[in-house]
């Protein structure tokens, strides 16, 4: 029987079957689709997560990333990175640079849905669509927003009624005219927009208004004009809803990372770092025998990005503060640096190692 099963063959759960690895755990993935799996998201990998991946050997392709860059109208406010610089990276690329380093590393990655889950004493079985069976140790949920894992776990955190937001994406063949990611602020959405190669950028919108990309890119005249006549390379895609609870990160012998753990909001723009913070203190506490260690670890990390993003998203709410917010970064400089560098720091930090004197 494998030591750890990662359910869920994503970014995080990919980094968790690495660290995994890395422990010398026996390891194994269960991932519901096959190739290349895509997302809506805004694709910008922050200093830290560039950082944690190398860490693990893995170096995406894509287009450097100085800073971050507020726009709303005629009005531009900059931070530039104080940690080196990130990277706009297309999710499609993260995922083939993470399936290569799992393989590398002699990870097997089976395709299949999982259906039901149940644990004792001795491990967890993962029931298939399909009626085989998975069994392991430990789980490892890293299956997103829609988390079979954290449902079949009793993990499910209350239904959030407020109108929860949603994302959409596309890439166009165009290159980069900044070198930052730029967060273009308007009355119904906000625009990321992100190098992801010398002859291409990503732009994701986030809104809780159910309206199409073309008709979310019409509230943004200056981003509409840099585009047009720019001929899109891929297809619309969604997201959502962006905002998932969980009542806990731990249940006996199953253990939550990612999106699947809770959610708040996609503003600040660090999910992939949060997530392999998550990932490496959820194999530590595996491989140190005491998985309810993990509940600790995962709010050691998770406490500033979610207490930033809620407050954030709780400003911008309101349309008179989603207004002010360029405004805001423009008049206290010093103050918005200091956000765009702990958005930009998370993940930079490896676990202390233990020393015995």
């Known amino acids: 029987m494998d030591d750890l099963l990662v359910v869920g063959g994503g970014p995080v759960g990919l980094a968790t079957a690495l660290y995994a690895a890395r422990s010398g755990l026996r390891v194994s993935v269960l991932e519901r689709r096959e190739g290349s799996v895509d997302k809506a998201c805004g694709e910008g990998l922050m200093p830290g997560a560039l950082a944690a991946l190398a860490e693990l050997g893995v170096d995406p392709a894509g287009s450097p990333i100085e800073g971050i860059t507020y726009v709303a109208g005629r009005r531009r406010v900059t931070a530039p990175f104080r940690r080196g610089p990130g990277r706009g990276v297309r999710r ?8 290569d380093a799992v393989l590398a590393a002699g990870v097997p990655v089976r395709t299949g849905v999982a259906v039901t889950l149940d644990q004792d004493d001795e491990g967890v079985r993962v029931g298939l669509r399909d009626g085989g069976l998975a069994a392991a140790r430990h789980v490892v949920g890293a299956d997103g ?39 273009h602020w308007g009355r119904r959405a906000e625009a990321y927009v992100t190098p992801v190669a010398a002859d291409t950028v990503g732009v994701a919108f986030l809104t809780r208004e159910r309206l199409g990309y073309d008709e979310l890119l019409a509230d943004f005249p200056e981003l ?9 390379v891929t297809s619309v895609r969604g997201s959502g809803s962006l905002r998932r609870r969980s009542t806990a990160r731990v249940n006996g012998r199953v253990l939550l990372v990612g999106d699947a753990s809770g959610y708040v909001d996609a503003l600040t723009g660090e999910g992939i770092a949060l997530g392999l913070r998550q990932a490496e203190r959820a194999v530590a506490a595996v491989a140190a025998g005491d998985p309810a260690a993990y509940e600790r670890g995962w709010r050691s990390v998770s406490r500033r990005p979610d207490a930033l993003t809620a407050g954030l998203a709780l400003v911008t709410r309101a349309r008179l503060g989603r207004g002010a917010i360029v ?14 560098d702990e958005i930009a720091s998370a993940a930079t930090t490896s676990m202390p190692t233990e020393t015995t004197s």
């Open 145 to 183: 927003l829609q988390s079979f894992v954290r449902g079949a776990a009793g993990l499910e955190g209350a239904v959030i009624a407020k109108p929860a937001r949603h994302g959409l994406r596309r890439h166009h063949g165009v290159a980069p005219w900044s070198p930052t990611v730029e967060v």
């Open 92 to 99: 499609t690329v993260l995922h083939d640079a993470l399936t």
């Open 327 to 340: 405004p805001l970064a423009s008049a206290f400089p010093a103050l918005f640096s200091l956000i765009v």
């Open 224 to 232: 509409r004009r840099r585009l047009e006549g720019v001929a899109p």
